[in-house]
Nanobody
Framework: QVQLVESGGGLVQAGGSLRLSCAASGFTFSNYAMGWFRQAPGKDREFVATIRWSGDNTYYADSVRDRFTVSRDNAERTAYLQMDNLKPEDTAVYYC???????????????WGQGTQVTVSS
């Protein structure tokens, strides 16, 4: 069956870095754009970043542009989110998701992971 499994979350001080991974199985990973979303306590889920199936196009939310980098390894069926210069407001559960379209619309994503917690202390 389809699985997306995130890892790499944790507790980090402001200004630090984390690298999230999203391991995919059960579908043709290289045919899908991969997105990252996050949800903070009491807030709606929000788009963070996405990468086209080929890896040659990416898009970021304004709040993370120039700090986060999304990438993928189709041979390893894994997507990554490198997060640098983390801020307390980045604290959230981070989810990876797969979409047949290159989009930032969460409703267009077909498969979702369970999420990984990222906590940034000030």
């Amino acid at each position: 069956q389809v699985q997306l499994v995130e890892s790499g979350g944790g507790l980090v001080q402001a200004g630090g870095s984390l690298r999230l991974s999203c391991a995919a199985s059960g579908f043709t990973f290289s045919n899908y754009a991969m997105g990252w979303f996050r949800q903070a306590p009491g807030k709606d889920r929000e788009f963070v970043a996405t990468i086209r199936w080929s890896g040659d196009n990416t898009y970021y939310a304004d709040s993370v542009r120039d700090r986060f980098t999304v990438s993928r390894d189709n041979a390893e069926r894994t997507a990554y989110l490198q997060m640098d210069n983390l801020k307390p407001e980045d604290t959230a559960v981070y989810y990876c998701a797969a979409s047949f379209r290159f989009t930032i619309d969460a409703k267009q994503f077909d498969y979702w992971g369970q999420g990984t917690q990222v906590t940034v202390s000030s």
